[in-house]
């Protein structure tokens, strides 16, 4: 509910908000839009009832306060007028009537007036309207909320809202016929929506300003009064009869004797946000037919949003039962009725127009469009769970459709958001995880690269003296004995000294590759060719790259690749000892992006504990003296530089059948086709 000066009757504290859409859920007017994950209360729509108040568990909702304008009043030199609405005891229940009249009159206020007096008038007047327009179908007004929301979404059913005003405008029509216009006037209720109505146009002037209990007892707090210790006093007259019931529900019924013919229908009552919304609904399409609708937003006044909740409401509409019970009794009827007789021709009509709020609802069309973006693809998926606010799916659709409400509140929608999120964060994971073992790999094989370095340089040297004076020695040592067997002896072990070193500096200088267009099939070829490959291993080369084997590659280094991935192939089938049925396989594929390359054999395989060291510099699974265990390191350091990726698959396990091993290479391929 906006008022005329721009600001909302109830607005949001966004830093307390965790948008649970409780709000939206209970806003009967759904006057309530989530931007940005925020609820925001939109004042053009809102009838001001205040359901998001009382519902709202981490206090976000906050009513507009009149505290400042009220304690101006209060320090002014007027005469100050308190109007206390009937359910007041349901409020200050702690403390006996006279003592909050005379904590009010402490305050400052000259006059403390029941409202209730208000309300025997306008009961009156329902009696006078419902007798003399038996024919005559009525909305109650009783409930600025109810006004509001007729006026703003069933415009059409304005000419049956009964032309009377609310019991708060009776008695205020009341006090200026006592002291006049020069009396300040601050109506003190459980209802938010009445600040509202105090701003209607028709309105204007009457009274000063409107204050709630909670309100109430914040300037009660302010100032120190304690109202338990507030001399007695009693409320000035004219006196309230049974229009103090106006708190209840159905009390308006009671207080001005009409009587609810359940068997004729005459009289409908409906209260809450739930009933009063499918009552006027019914009533507009006139399926429901009575003479006078009664209608409360909240359960009863008791209930309102401006009363704290202490109690529940069946205790609260005890307490009043009990007060009005027992003023009747000590009501001076004869003075009562005078009253009544003397204010019976004061102008209790009013006015209401149009505030049409309604919104065109978008086609079904654009509802299935939103709802399928949203994974609802069909009927069955339409849960109409409600955790979003909405009664409905498609209502929440509309409202998405509108721009007042987002597709995140959807909880099956959201979930299945996070679903997919959990699912893309794991996959990222699983990459993240793999760069960081390579680059750890990385690292390792760096720092063994210079270590490798380091050593191979420092033992070149003499290496290369230890092979130059054995080779003499050997040409000089006679042909029979067994010295020449020894210098021969120490050739070998040299030779093998020289090649460990040739392969540590092969190992070191992983660092830089220098591509160009190969033919990859033609490669393979020439390197076959280079081998010495035993007879007994049937070599089939498995070509699927069709007209176009060209890869981008440097030519040394993944020669170097493959004659070491052969090489460990026929290593590893020599050591099975078998004579026949042997094949090492070779298959060239791929597409235009990558070439794959396959080396398959038929040997002994790679014990499963073994599989994740392969990489390991120095660690070999061949016998001594036939391994250096850096063949596969420098092979995984040249496809990296490749930017392709290396892996190993085996079985070593003859339990799980025959063994074998395939070493697959993946390399991003240059396309001559582009």
Same mark, same amino acid.
């Given at each position: 509910?906006k008022l005329?000066n ?8 966004k830093?307390?908000?965790r948008?649970?859409f409780?709000?939206?859920?209970e806003?009967p007017a ?6 940005d &994950? ?6 053009e729509r ?6 998001c ?5 981490q ?9 400042d ?6 320090? !002014?030199d ?5 109007m206390?609405? =009937? !359910?007041?005891p349901?409020e200050?229940?702690?403390v006996?009537y006279? /003592?909050m ?6 305050l400052g206020?000259n ?5 209730g ?20 179908s009525?909305?109650?007004? @009783?409930?600025?909320?109810i ?6 979404y069933? =415009?059409e ?24 216009n020069?009396?300040k006037m ?5 209802c938010?929506?009445k600040k509202?109505?105090?701003?209607? %146009?028709?309105y ?36 309230? &009869?049974?229009?103090?019931?106006y708190a209840?529900s ?6 001005? #004797?009409?009587?609810?013919?359940l068997?004729?229908?005459n009289v409908?009552?409906a209260? #809450? ?20 609708l ?5 359960? #009863? ?6 009363i ?7 205790? /609260?509409r ?31 009509s009013?006015?209401?127009? =149009?505030?049409?709020q309604?919104?065109?609802? =978008?086609? *079904?069309?654009?509802?299935?469009e939103?709802l399928?973006?949203? #994974?609802?693809?069909?009927p069955?998926?339409e ?8 009664? @409905?799916?498609?209502?929440h659709?509309?409202?998405?459709y ?7 509140m ?9 679903k997919?999120?959990?699912k893309?964060l ?8 793999s ?8 690292d ?8 490798a370095?380091?050593?191979a340089h ?11 004076y054995?080779?003499?020695?050997r *040409? ?9 067997e ?8 040299a030779?093998r000294?020289?090649k460990?070193?040739s392969?540590l500096?092969d190992f070191? /200088?992983?660092?830089r590759?220098?591509?160009?267009p ?8 020439k390197c ?7 007879k007994?291993i ?6 699927k790259?069709?007209?176009?084997a060209t ?10 690749v493959?004659?070491n991935?052969?090489?460990?192939s ?11 049925g042997?094949?090492?396989r ?5 597409? /235009? ?5 396959a080396v ?7 014990? +499963? ?6 990489? %390991? ?11 250096? &265990? ?6 995984y350091g040249?496809i ?5 990726d290396?892996?190993? +698959?085996s079985?070593?396990?003859?339990s ?5 091993t395939?070493?697959i ?5 240059y396309?001559?086709?582009?």
């Open positions: 509910m005329c721009g600001k909302n009757v109830v607005e949001t504290i830093e307390k908000c948008v649970c409780t709000c939206v859920r806003c759904k006057a309530i839009r989530i931007r &994950g925020q609820a925001e209360i939109m004042g809102c009838i001001g009832c205040g359901n108040v009382r519902v709202c568990s206090r976000a909702k906050r009513v507009l306060s009149s505290l304008n009220v304690k101006e009043i209060l320090n !002014s007027v005469k100050k007028v308190a206390v609405a =009937p !359910s007041f349901a200050f229940h702690d006996d006279k /003592r009249i005379g904590a009010l009159r402490k206020f006059h403390v007036h029941e409202v007096f208000g309300a025997d008038l306008v009961s009156m007047a329902y009696k006078r309207l419902i007798d003399s327009n038996p024919d005559g009525y909305i109650a007004t @009783t409930c600025p909320a006004v509001a929301y007729v006026e703003k069933y =415009p059913l304005i000419p049956n809202l009964a032309p009377i005003v609310s019991p708060m405008i009776a008695t205020a029509r009341v006090l200026r016929e006592l002291y006049g020069d009396v601050v109506f003190i209720g459980p938010v929506a509202g109505e105090n701003e209607k %146009d028709c204007k002037g009457e009274i000063d300003e409107v204050m709630t209990f909670v309100e109430l007892r914040e300037l009660f707090d302010s100032l120190g009064i304690d109202r338990h210790n507030s001399a007695d006093s009693e409320f000035d007259e004219p006196s309230a &009869g049974k229009g103090a019931l209840v159905r009390g308006l019924l009671q207080s001005a #004797g009409i009587k609810e013919d068997v004729q229908g409908v009552v209260d #809450g946000k739930v009933n009063f919304v499918d009552a006027i609904k019914e009533f507009e399409k006139e399926s429901l037919s009575t003479n006078l009664e209608t409360l937003c909240c359960e #009863g006044c008791v209930m309102g949003a401006g704290n909740n202490f109690i529940p409401m069946y205790k /609260r005890h307490k009043v039962s009990v007060y009005v019970n027992d003023k009747v009794k000590r009501l001076d009827e004869k003075k009562w009725l005078k009253d009544i007789e003397r204010f019976s021709k004061l102008d209790l009013c006015n209401f127009s =149009p505030n049409d309604r919104i065109t609802p =978008p086609s *079904e069309d654009k509802i299935d939103i399928e973006r949203m #994974g609802k693809k069909g069955e998926d849960l109409n769970c409600g955790a979003c606010g909405y009664d @409905t799916c498609r209502g659709a509309s409202a998405i509108h721009g007042t409400a987002e597709s995140e959807c909880l099956p929608y959201t979930i299945e958001k996070l997919d999120t959990i893309r794991e996959r990222s994971f699983g990459e993240i995880k760069v960081k073992e390579a680059l750890d790999h990385r390792k094989l760096a720092s063994m690269g210079q270590l370095a380091g050593i420092e033992i070149n040297n003499p290496l290369g003296i230890i092979l130059m054995s080779h003499i020695l *040409e000089q040592c006679p042909v029979e004995g067994t010295m020449k020894d210098v021969a002896m120490i050739v070998e072990q030779e000294c020289k460990i070193v392969e500096l070191a /200088r992983q660092n590759v220098v591509k160009t190969v033919d990859v099939s033609e490669l393979v070829r076959i060719e280079m081998l010495n490959i035993p007994n049937e070599i089939n080369i498995a070509n790259l069709e007209d176009d890869v981008e590659l440097d030519r040394d280094q993944f020669s170097q493959l004659i991935l052969i090489n460990n026929v290593d590893a089938i020599e050591e099975t000892k078998k004579e026949i042997h094949k090492l070779i298959s060239l594929e791929g597409d /235009r992006s990558n070439f794959i390359m398959e054999d038929t040997g002994a395989g790679i014990s +499963e504990k073994y599989l994740k060291r392969v990489f %390991d510099p120095f660690f070999t699974t061949k016998q001594i003296g036939k391994g250096t &265990g850096l063949g596969m390191p420098v092979s040249i990296k530089m490749h930017s392709g290396i892996r190993v +698959e079985n070593g396990d003859l799980k059948g025959p063994t074998w395939k070493v290479v993946n390399i991003p391929r396309d001559t086709r582009k």
